[in-house]
């Protein structure tokens, strides 16, 4: 691994046609898990493959086994139900939790992929967790007087689930987190929430935000306990970069900044990501800058997804190329 701009993604990458039609099929009863769970396995083994191809630094397991980031945390405790159907955004949808008692893992819930994806590759694998704000923001409760109560039970929970990953061995742990963003007022909360998830690890930690008015939060994004923080630059055309300008020399946590715009079907050039990457190294030395797209990319199609994922590896060696870093 080279020693800056190391290259990895924010987590989901688009299901193939097959697992897709298999999960609609298991639906109908038309197959069985174990089934589904080979093609699951079939599919990681694929985007493996692909980031190796590519030469990316940092890989991730695609989240093929996964829905909605929040539901599928839910399924796999105590203490939920399921709703109905609710809109996320677009014609996107998912089944909304229910907190309907005393939120508690019933044991490892990401160890067994996590486990079968590094033992793919040689090269390390983030383990990938749901923050416990955004799980109590994106669902109900039905349980806990407070909202606070909530989050917190939920934090102790990801905690454990963090430790385990990093008993097996994970290097990096990730704690997504996209709805810090859209309450200023509930910042200590947040804070206080990713405290109890990270408390104790030695794993490098990274918390993923992003869609949200920084400006009204970003004291406190400098507050979230974590090693580095992964938030979207591309849709905002690169302007948080200003906050961090106006602190340079001050900043403790490293960057992951987003290269690769995953709601547009449009390809970026090599040239317009090395203008973003330029932007960063303005900003942050290249040991402590790390290069991903803005978020997941379940949203494209698997071409799609791969074509802006080699823009991004050819523009990363590119400019370590130029600054001599490879």
């Known amino acids: 691994m080279t020693k800056g701009l190391l290259t990895t993604a924010v987590g989901s ?41 590519i030469g990316m630094d940092i890989l991730v397991d695609g989240e093929m086994y996964r829905g909605d980031m929040v539901t599928y945390f839910s399924e796999n405790m105590e203490g939920w139900a399921i709703s109905g ?12 939790p229910v907190a309907t008692g005393p939120v508690r893992r019933k044991g490892p819930i990401t160890l067994e992929w996590w486990r079968y994806t590094q033992g793919l ?23 806990y007087p407070t909202r606070e109560a909530f989050v917190l039970d939920l934090a102790r929970a990801v905690h454990e689930e963090a430790l385990d990953l990093e008993k097996a061995g994970a290097r990096y742990i990730q704690i997504d987190e996209p709805a810090v963003s859209t309450r200023p007022e509930e910042m200590e909360l947040a804070v206080k929430a990713l405290g109890i998830v990270t408390k104790g690890l030695s794993a490098y930690t990274i918390t993923h935000i992003c869609y949200g008015d920084f400006a009204a939060v970003f004291d406190g994004l400098l507050r979230l306990p974590v090693d580095n923080l992964d938030l979207e630059m591309t849709n905002s055309n690169y302007n948080l970069l200003g906050l961090f300008r ?9 960057l992951s900044m987003g290269v690769l715009d995953v709601h547009s079907h449009l390809i970026e050039t090599v040239d317009q990501v090395k203008k973003g990457i330029r932007l960063g190294l303005e900003v942050f030395a290249p040991e402590r800058l790390y290069i991903d797209p803005d978020c997941g990319l379940k949203t494209r199609e698997v071409e799609e997804a791969k074509a802006k994922l080699r823009v991004m590896a050819t523009a990363v060696r590119e400019v370590k190329q130029e600054l001599g870093i490879e």
């Open 13 to 53: 990458y688009p299901k193939p046609d097959y697992l897709t039609q298999a999960r609609n099929r298991l639906a109908r009863r038309e197959i069985g898990q174990e089934e589904l769970r080979e093609l699951e396995r079939k599919a990681t083994e694929e985007w493996v493959r692909f980031q190796e191809e």
């Open 85 to 96: 159907l609710v809109r996320s955004y677009g014609n996107r949808y998912y089944r909304k």
């Open 121 to 143: 590759t040689k090269k390390p694998v983030k383990g990938m967790l749901t923050g416990p704000y955004t799980m109590a923001d994106w669902s109900f409760n039905e349980h």
């Open 246 to 254: 106006e602190r340079k020399g001050k900043l403790k946590k490293d």
